[in-house]
């Protein structure tokens, strides 16, 4: 494909800026999950440098964890699109957590651990039609 060192060039672009932005959707969530799932300070991710971003980003609210599930699924499509190796099983997970605190944020009375498990999974089942288990 002759457009495919510029696809990757637009895509890490991209992933880049969002990340500065956002640091909790960088790297592939494997490491992440827990900050997301906890709502943590985005002082105890691992990687991220400054940890809070450029505009002090943190996961403090339903809105801000629906904006973090949203973010990294753009980011999961970027980083497919633009031919990057590697799964999307994690940063699926990742996406999920989000979507799970955003979700026990409106309903508070739903189990944290449970929501943010059953919409990693969700997400995991609908995006990549596999079964939890088999028989």
Do not use: D, H
């Not at 002082?43 to 980003?57: D, E, M, R």
């Not at 949203?70 to 980011?75: D, E, I, L, Q, S």
């Not at 990057?84 to 944020?105: E, K, M």
């Amino acid at each position: 494909n002759k457009f495919a060192v510029r696809r990757a060039l637009l895509a890490t672009c991209f992933i880049a800026v969002l990340g500065m932005l956002i640091p909790q959707v960088l790297f592939w969530g494997e490491l992440e999950f827990t900050a997301i799932a906890t709502m943590a300070p985005s002082s105890s991710l691992p990687y991220a440098w400054p940890t809070p971003g450029l505009i002090g980003f943190e996961m403090n609210s339903g809105l801000n964890a629906f904006i973090v599930g949203v973010a990294k699924m753009v980011t999961i499509s970027f980083a497919v699109a633009g031919g990057y190796r590697g799964g999307v099983i994690f940063p699926f997970f990742a996406a999920g957590a989000a979507f799970g605190r955003c979700f026990t944020s409106i309903f508070p009375s739903v189990n944290v651990p449970l929501a943010t498990l059953c919409f990693a999974a969700g997400i995991e089942v609908s995006f990549l039609r596999t079964v939890l288990s088999t028989p």
